[in-house]
C-alpha cells in the first residue's frame, strides 16, 4: 500500500509491450470449477515464503528500483511460464528518493525540546534538504477532530510570514499541494500532522522532489503544535539530509488467450514493498493470491473465461503508483475502453484486520466519485461473504492503491483490504477479532512485514472473494458495464489486445 498522498510525477521509457496470452483448454460437460476452492492457501504461502526468501538475499526489501524488486519480478515471470502463460515484462524509469542521513525536529523556543525520529516525527518522502530554524505558523487548523482542507488552496496561506516553517495537517488534497502551496508563500520548513484517527507519523509521500524540508508528525504532537504557533512564539528546527535521481522498474502483465478482447477484466496487486522491509503483507499478500489464481484459471475453460482476464503486478506504488499510472497512461483511447474493470488486492493478510470490501457506491462520501459499476462490484464482493455469514466493512475507496488511475480514467473499480495504520475501533473488533486500539497492521511499512506478520485465516477468506469475483466477472460483467456475452458477429470482429507505453501524472 503507498504511503497517504495522491500527486506523483515521473518520466518514463520503454518500448511497446504487445499483452500476453495463455491458451486454456476447453471446459468438461461436468459442473463449472469453483476457482475460490481451487486456490489453496498454502499456495499462497509457498509464494510468500520465496518473497521472503528474496528479501532476506537482498537487502532486506522488495523496494522498486533495488536488486529484490527484480528478482521478484524474475519470480513471477518464471511462475506464470509455468502455468502455460507467455507474461511480458513492461519497464518505465522514475524518480527515486532516499535519506542519506539522520533527520533532526526540535522546538528551540519557547523551550528546548527534541523529538525523536520514527515515533515522533519521520522524513516525508521527496522531502527536499535543508536546515531550518524559524518561526512556526500554523496554516488553517481544522476543529477539533475534523480532517478539514488546511493548506489544500493558496487563500489558507494568507497572512503567512514568509521564511516561517509552515504546520499544516493532513487531509483534503494531496501533500504534494500542501507542499506546493508552502513553498509559494515562501515556508521555509513544511510540518505536516496525521488526522485525529490515525496512529503515528503520515508515512506520507510529496510524490515529486521538492527542495525545502518536510517532515510528518502523529496527530497528537501536531496538534500541539499547531496549537502553540497560533499563540506565538513557537519556533522550530527542522534539518534533512535527502538524494533524488532516476532508477528503472517493471511491470509484469499476463493475460488469457479466451474471452472477450473487447471486455477485459484486469486484475492487479503492487509487488513492490517499502525499503524498510520485505513488504509480505503490503503488498506480497496481495501479489501472491492473484499469481495462485491465475496458476488455477485456465481450468474455467472457455465457457468460463467469456471475458479475458489481464493479471498485472505493478511496480513502484509504494513511489506513487507509478506503475499503473505508467500503464493506463501508455493506453489509447480505444485501448483503455475495451478494459470493462478494474480488480485491486492490496493488504490481504493484516495480523489486527478486517475484510474490507472498496466502497464503490460512494456510501462513506469519501469524495472520490467512483465510476458507475465500482458500486456494483462492491455489492458483488459483499453478496459473496454474506452468503458465507462473514462480516465485511467498508473500506475508503480515497484513490491511495492501484485502482486510482483506472478511476482516474472513468474505469469501474473495485477489490478488497485488510487494513494499514488505521486503528481498530471495539465495534470492529467484535466482528473480526484482533485488538481494539491497534492498528490493523502494526508492522505496515516496516521490517517486521515479513510471513511472521500475516493472519492466514483472513487472508484466506479475502483469497476466496479474489477468486470468486474473478471468476463471476470473467463469465459476465453484466452488472458492472452492460455488456453480455457477445454476438458471433462481434467475435469475429474483436479487437486485437492492447499494447502499452508510457508516461501520466497522478492527480
Same mark, same amino acid.
Given at each position: ?24 483448454? &476447453? ?13 489453496? /492457501? ?9 518473497? &521472503? ?23 513471477? /515471470?518464471? &511462475? ?16 527515486y528518493w532516499e535519506e542519506r542521513s539522520p533527520a533532526v525536529f526540535a522546538q528551540t523556543a519557547p523551550e528546548q ?8 516525527? &519521520? ?17 488553517? /487548523? ?12 493558496? $487563500? ?47 508515512? *506520507? ?11 510528518? #508528525? ?10 502553540? $504557533?497560533? $499563540? ?43 525499503? @524498510? ?6 503488498? *506480497? ?112 475507496? #480515497? ?8 478511476? @482516474? ?9 485488510? *487494513? ?73 470482429? $474483436? ?13
Amino acid at each position: 500500500m503507498r504511503r497517504l498522498s495522491l500527486g506523483a510525477t515521473a518520466l518514463f521509457t520503454g518500448s511497446v509491450v504487445a499483452a500476453a496470452l495463455v491458451a486454456v483448454p &476447453q471446459a468438461s460437460a461436468s459442473a463449472a470449477p469453483d476457482l475460490a476452492r481451487l486456490v489453496q /492457501v498454502k499456495d499462497i504461502r509457498r509464494h510468500l515464503e520465496a518473497f &521472503q526468501e528474496i528479501a532476506e538475499y537482498n537487502g532486506g526489501n522488495r523496494a522498486a528500483g533495488r536488486p529484490g524488486y527484480d528478482v521478484s519480478v524474475k519470480y513471477v /515471470v518464471s &511462475q506464470l511460464k509455468k502455468a502455460g502463460f507467455t507474461p511480458q515484462v513492461q519497464k518505465f524509469e522514475f524518480d527515486y528518493w532516499e535519506e542519506r542521513s539522520p533527520a533532526v525536529f526540535a522546538q528551540t523556543a519557547p523551550e528546548q525540546k527534541t523529538y525523536q525520529p520514527g515515533t515522533d516525527f &519521520q522524513t516525508m518522502q521527496y522531502s527536499g534538504s535543508g536546515d531550518v530554524t524559524a518561526a512556526a505558523a500554523a496554516v488553517d /487548523v481544522p476543529a477539533a477532530g475534523q480532517a478539514g482542507t488546511a493548506g489544500c488552496e493558496a $487563500a489558507d496561506f494568507q497572512g503567512f510570514a514568509a521564511g516561517s516553517v509552515a504546520v499544516i495537517q493532513r487531509g483534503g488534497c494531496s501533500f504534494e499541494i500542501k507542499a506546493a502551496n508552502a513553498q509559494a508563500a515562501g515556508a521555509a520548513g513544511v510540518v505536516i500532522y496525521n488526522l485525529p484517527t490515525e496512529q503515528g507519523p503520515v508515512n *506520507g509521500t510529496l510524490g515529486r522532489a521538492f527542495t525545502l524540508p518536510v517532515v510528518e #508528525t502523529p496527530h497528537a504532537l501536531g496538534a500541539e503544535l499547531a496549537k502553540a $504557533a497560533q $499563540a506565538g512564539g513557537l519556533k522550530l528546527r527542522v534539518r534533512t539530509d535527502t538524494a533524488t535521481g532516476k532508477r528503472s522498474s517493471s511491470n509484469v502483465i499476463a493475460e488469457t488467450a479466451q474471452g472477450r478482447a473487447d471486455n477485459v477484466v484486469v486484475v492487479g496487486a503492487h509487488l513492490d514493498s517499502v525499503p @524498510e522491509g520485505p513488504g509480505i503483507n503490503d503488498n *506480497g499478500s496481495g501479489s501472491a493470491t492473484i499469481l495462485a489464481v491465475a496458476q488455477q484459471i485456465a481450468k474455467l475453460g472457455e465457457k468460463g473465461l467469456r471475458n479475458k482476464v489481464r493479471f498485472a503486478w505493478w511496480g513502484a506504488e509504494e513511489d506513487g503508483l507509478l506503475g499503473s499510472t505508467h500503464y493506463v497512461s501508455s493506453l489509447s483511447e480505444a485501448d483503455r475502453a475495451k478494459i470493462a474493470l478494474n480488480l485491486n488486492f492490496d493488504m490481504l493478510g493484516s495480523v489486527n484486520g478486517v475484510r474490507g470490501v472498496y466502497d464503490g457506491d460512494d456510501s462513506l462520501g469519501t469524495g472520490t466519485n467512483p465510476p458507475p459499476g465500482s458500486g456494483a462490484i462492491e455489492k458483488i464482493l459483499k453478496d459473496y461473504y454474506t452468503g458465507r455469514k462473514l462480516p465485511t466493512l467498508e473500506s475508503e475507496f #480515497t484513490g491511495r492503491s492501484d485502482y486510482g488511475p483506472f478511476i @482516474e480514467q472513468g474505469i469501474p473499480a473495485g477489490g478488497l483490504f485488510s *487494513g494499514a495504520e488505521v486503528i481498530k475501533t471495539p465495534e470492529q473488533a467484535k466482528l473480526f477479532g484482533g485488538e481494539a486500539g491497534k492498528p490493523y497492521d502494526p508492522c505496515y511499512h516496516a521490517a517486521c512485514d515479513s510471513i511472521a506478520n500475516i493472519d492466514w485465516k483472513l487472508l484466506d477468506t479475502h483469497a476466496d472473494g479474489v477468486a470468486f469475483s474473478v471468476q463471476r466477472l470473467a463469465k459476465s460483467t453484466l452488472p458492472v458495464n452492460g455488456e453480455t456475452r457477445r454476438s458471433a458477429a462481434a467475435k469475429r470482429s $474483436a479487437a486485437s489486445p492492447a499494447e502499452w507505453r508510457g508516461g501520466h501524472r497522478i492527480r
